[in-house]
């Protein structure tokens, strides 16, 4: 029987209106990884990049940490907002006393929970839109 390599990580969810991400954080330099795909792939461009970094950033944990990470829903923007919701809760529970203080200044912790307002009776499809009233 072939021995399997056990590899010790932390595991955390994220949420972003539709978007749900589940992480893995792992000790030592690796690609993070998300959907099999190498970060830079899935999330191209600097801002992301930006938001990507901003958990490690605070935590002072730079190259410490890698993570994979599986995202389903919404749309690119969502998605990585969930990803970077789910980073700082594991991050958050590694090591509480020293991470978890910047991470909630910095609004990582809370999850935003701004949805889609649904469509109302009456309003002619739409959430907001009120019917057209006659003028005389």
Avoid: C
Avoid at 56 to 77: D, H, M, N, P, S
Avoid at 96 to 106: D, I, V
């Amino acid at each position: 029987m072939p021995k399997i390599k056990k590899v010790n990580f932390d595991r955390s969810s994220g949420k972003r209106r539709t978007a749900k991400a589940r992480v893995r954080l792992f000790l030592g330099k690796g690609q993070s990884l998300v959907n099999g795909k190498s970060f830079e792939e899935y999330f191209p461009g600097e801002t992301q990049k930006a938001l990507w970094i901003k958990p490690f950033e605070l935590t002072e944990t730079g190259t410490k940490y890698y993570v994979t990470a599986r995202v389903v829903g919404g749309g690119k923007r969502g998605q990585l907002v969930a990803v970077v919701h789910a980073m700082a809760k594991v991050l958050a529970q590694k090591d509480p006393g020293k991470y978890r203080l910047p991470l909630k200044k910095a609004g990582l912790l809370t999850r935003d929970s701004r949805i889609r307002q649904r469509r109302m009776v009456g309003t002619g499809g739409k959430s907001r839109r009120a019917k057209q009233s006659p003028k005389r």
